[in-house]
């Protein structure tokens, strides 16, 4: 029987609204670094008929251009859709264990609600509000081969 070649695929697309305030830092040689974690809903029918709600809550990080584009557009609240790909990493905490966790790097992230700095917290954005403003970040392309590359210029 023939090996099975597994594709190298991974690739994500959330959408959801901003839990706290996103985290903005400068790496030690100045690359602009934000984190934040999105709660996506999902309604749906139990058993019985009756509607439930799930959350997922899920953390991004962007980096590069895409981080500046997020500092001075996103909030607690803010609604965003995330495009990119699943990463983990591994780190120490306080007590010496080491915990690993899985987070979306951004790739492109599209702010779905204008707010502006000088928003009340109670503002609460309609359909109206949709702005289709979408920054992406092309900074990990340069590692694509040839062939990878053409591929996904030809899904563009």
Not at 46 to 52: K, L, P, R
Request: charged residues 35%; hydrophobic residues 35%; proline residues 2%.
């Amino acid at each position: 029987m023939a090996e099975l070649k597994m594709p190298e695929l991974n690739h994500v697309i959330v959408a959801g609204n901003l839990t706290k305030d996103p985290i903005f830092r400068q790496t030690s040689n100045g690359t602009p670094v934000v984190n934040f974690h999105i709660a996506a809903n999902r309604r749906y029918k139990d058993s019985s008929n009756q509607w439930q709600e799930d959350v997922c809550y899920v953390g991004v990080v962007a980096w590069n251009k895409l981080a500046d584009s997020c500092k001075d557009r996103l909030r607690k609240g803010s609604a965003v859709l995330v495009d990119g790909e699943l990463q983990s990493r591994t780190f120490k905490t306080d007590d010496g264990r080491n915990r690993t966790i899985v987070e979306i790097k951004a790739k492109r992230i599209q702010f779905l609600n204008k707010f502006s700095k000088n928003d009340d917290d109670d503002d609460i954005a309609t359909t109206d509000d949709i702005d289709d403003t979408s920054f992406e970040d092309n900074s990990f392309d340069k590692f694509l081969t040839d062939e990878e590359s053409d591929l996904m210029n030809e899904n563009n």
